[in-house]
């Protein structure tokens, strides 16, 4: 006798929550649950690891079925032409990087940059280089830091560099840190456009003093208060008085396909044009843009 898809799945579930009730009255004795914790921490480790190998092979296909969209250059956006010598991003989803709409939240803020000089930029948390070489490319007169503490982000982005033209010379400097006595080593009489994601570590970095020290100064900071609670409060207040500040608010990933207007991805399903976009950040992030107060 056939079952119906749905009345099967009620059974199933009604039958894993007797098994859970079962097993939680079964091992709140804690001379049983000395017995049973080895094996549920084994089936838990190969629970977890087949759902990462599943995942895994889903992005594969997702990937395989969507490549054509993409190819080995960023093909719109800001650093359109960047070449990309790896199909692999650290610490975001590459995708949007390839389709050019990665953090589109900042385009008009990078207008408003690309229009200046800068005698250096500094991108600290460059990750594979996408920032630090793209800024190369626009500004090919100024000194270019990309700082990581990551050893792998410092090996991709001279990979990117190099793809691109761009030589780790005194021009373009891949470097581990930037620290505040860094930035307080800066010429201040000079404009610098700082650009920053370092994941918390910005309440520490952006003090008072290198805040004045950079009075002339651009700054685009991402914000984590998910890690460091009230960090966009404490740096607007900091730099209050010698900027003015513009607070931009991330997309959430469900929302990104409104915004975006690349033709290509508008003709596939909604889903997968969600899917295509996302950034999966883990909660609704902001940035500051922060450009000197004219005297």
Same mark, same amino acid.
């Given at each position: 006798?056939?079952? /119906?898809?749905?009345?099967?799945? !009620?059974?199933?579930?009604?039958?894993?929550? =007797?098994? @859970? &009730?079962? $097993?939680? %009255?079964?091992?709140?004795?804690?001379?049983?649950?000395?017995?049973?914790?080895?094996?549920?921490?084994?089936?838990?480790?190969?629970?977890?690891?087949?759902?990462?190998?599943?995942?895994?092979?889903?992005?594969?296909?997702?990937?395989?079925?969507?490549?054509?969209?993409?190819?080995?250059?960023?093909? /719109?956006?800001?650093?359109?032409? !960047?070449?990309?010598?790896?199909?692999?991003? =650290?610490? @975001? &989803?590459? $995708?949007? %990087?390839?389709?050019?709409?990665?953090?589109?939240?900042?385009?008009?803020?990078?207008?408003?940059?690309?229009?200046?000089?800068?005698?250096?930029?500094?991108?600290?948390?460059?990750?594979?280089?996408?920032?630090?070489?793209?800024?190369?490319?626009?500004?090919?007169?100024?000194?270019?830091?990309?700082?990581?503490?990551?050893?792998?982000?410092?090996?991709?982005?001279?990979?990117?560099?190099?793809?691109?033209?761009?030589?780790?010379?005194?021009?373009?400097?891949?470097?581990?840190?930037?620290?505040?006595?860094?930035?307080?080593?800066?010429?201040?009489?000079?404009?610098?456009?700082?650009?920053?994601?370092?994941?918390?570590?910005?309440?520490?970095?952006?003090?008072?003093?290198?805040?004045?020290?950079?009075?002339?100064?651009?700054?685009?900071?991402?914000?984590?208060?998910?890690?460091?609670?009230?960090?966009?409060?404490?740096?607007?207040?900091?730099?209050?008085?010698?900027?003015?500040?513009?607070?931009?608010?991330?997309?959430?990933?469900?929302?990104?396909?409104?915004?975006?207007?690349?033709?290509?991805?508008?003709?596939?399903?909604?889903?997968?044009?969600?899917?295509?976009?996302?950034?999966?950040?883990?909660?609704?992030?902001?940035?500051?843009?922060?450009?000197?107060?004219?005297?």
């Amino acid at each position: 006798m056939k079952v /119906n898809y749905h009345i099967f799945q !009620l059974m199933k579930r009604q039958l894993k929550r =007797l098994v @859970s &009730t079962v $097993l939680m %009255k079964f091992t709140s004795s804690k001379w049983v649950w000395s017995f049973y914790k080895p094996l549920a921490e084994v089936n838990a480790d190969i629970y977890i690891s087949k759902k990462n190998e599943e995942n895994a092979q889903a992005q594969r296909l997702f990937f395989e079925k969507y490549k054509h969209l993409i190819s080995d250059e960023v093909k /719109n956006g800001p650093f359109q032409g !960047l070449k990309y010598p790896f199909f692999s991003s =650290l610490h @975001s &989803t590459l $995708l949007p %990087k390839l389709l050019g709409c990665y953090e589109f939240e900042l385009n008009e803020s990078l207008k408003k940059v690309f229009q200046k000089t800068y005698s250096s930029i500094l991108d600290i948390g460059c990750a594979e280089g996408y920032y630090a070489v793209g800024l190369a490319r626009k500004f090919p007169d100024s000194i270019i830091y990309a700082a990581d503490i990551n050893p792998e982000a410092r090996e991709k982005t001279k990979v990117m560099a190099n793809a691109n033209g761009i030589a780790d010379t005194d021009k373009f400097r891949v470097i581990a840190e930037v620290t505040p006595d860094f930035l307080l080593g800066l010429d201040p009489s000079q404009r610098h456009l700082i650009f920053s994601d370092c994941e918390g570590y910005e309440s520490v970095l952006f003090s008072d003093a290198v805040i004045n020290h950079l009075s002339k100064s651009d700054f685009i900071v991402e914000l984590h208060d998910f890690t460091s609670p009230g960090v966009s409060d404490l740096l607007r207040s900091r730099f209050q008085n010698t900027h003015s500040i513009d607070l931009i608010k991330s997309i959430d990933d469900i929302f990104r396909y409104r915004k975006i207007n690349i033709p290509e991805i508008q003709k596939i399903p909604l889903s997968d044009q969600i899917s295509i976009l996302a950034e999966k950040r883990p909660t609704q992030m902001e940035w500051i843009f922060c450009e000197p107060k004219k005297n």
